[in-house]
T-cell receptor, first 115, second 109 residues
Framework: GAGVSQSPSNKVTEKGKDVELRCDPI?????LYWYRQRLGQGLEFLIY????????KSGLPSDRFSAERTGESVSTLTIQRTQQEDSAVYLC?????????????FGSGTQLSVL | DAKTTQPPSMDCAEGRAANLPCNHS???????VYWYRQIHSQGPQYIIH???NNETNEMASLIITEDRKSSTLILPHATLRDTAVYYC??????????FGTGTRLTVIP
């Protein structure tokens, strides 16, 4: 597709359930990023991939959060045993490569609501 | 990544130039200055970026001071659709973009 695609656009789940969020980057983009944005706040970095490896996982808030990427394409962010504080918009971005002068292109995000 | 400081909010009259300032006094020589904006409920949209020289594209102009400690994003003729939160970010190498709280720009009819 022309842009970064994320699915689902909205997800409502019960506390304690696991969720998987999907990101399809722009074709050919080797770098992929996940962010979280709580209501009324700025973006919080979670993790980024260069190819299929994740050099920086420092932003993952707890061991309930994990992410993987296969085939230098699709990435999934998994949240296990969801908590109400996990409610947020989860944004994915991609860039041609992970470099200082490469701009990131963002998807529209997945709105996660944990009841 | 260097920290950036922006005013929390600004107003601009429709049709006038919007000048959004950003301080990044601890920026290092290899860090780029990026500007993104976020319109309610959408993902951030890239606007422009630069290293040392001033830059211009179809959306905006970026003016970076000679010492690189501050920059200004200029929207030459603001429209109502430019109402958004504008983020100034500095970026090094492979690192991601660290977003601060940005400036909420309101374009007034």
């Amino acid at each position: 597709g022309a842009g970064v695609s994320q699915s689902p656009s909205n997800k409502v789940t019960e506390k304690g359930k696991d969720v998987e969020l999907r990101c399809d980057p722009i074709s050919g983009h080797t770098a992929l990023y996940w962010y979280r944005q709580r209501l009324g706040q700025g973006l919080e970095f979670l993790i980024y991939f260069q190819g299929n490896s994740a050099p920086d996982k420092s932003g993952l808030p707890s061991d309930r959060f994990s992410a993987e990427r296969t085939g230098e394409s699709v990435s999934t962010l998994t949240i296990q045993r969801t908590q109400q504080e996990d409610s947020a918009v989860y944004l994915c971005a991609s860039s041609r490569r992970a470099a200082a002068n490469e701009k990131l292109f963002f998807g529209s995000g997945t709105q996660l609501s944990v009841l | 990544d260097a920290k950036t400081t922006q005013p929390p909010s600004m107003d601009c009259a429709e049709g006038r130039a919007a000048n959004l300032p950003c301080n990044h006094s601890t920026i290092s020589g290899n860090e780029y200055v990026y500007w993104y904006r976020q319109i309610h409920s959408q993902g951030p949209q890239y606007i422009i970026h630069g290293l040392k020289n001033n830059e211009t594209n179809e959306m905006a102009s970026l003016i970076i001071t000679e010492d690189r400690k501050s920059s200004t994003l200029i929207l030459p003729h603001a429209t109502l659709r430019d109402t958004a939160v504008y983020y100034c970010i500095v970026k090094t190498g492979a690192n991601n973009l660290f977003f601060g709280t940005g400036t909420r720009l309101t374009v007034i009819p």
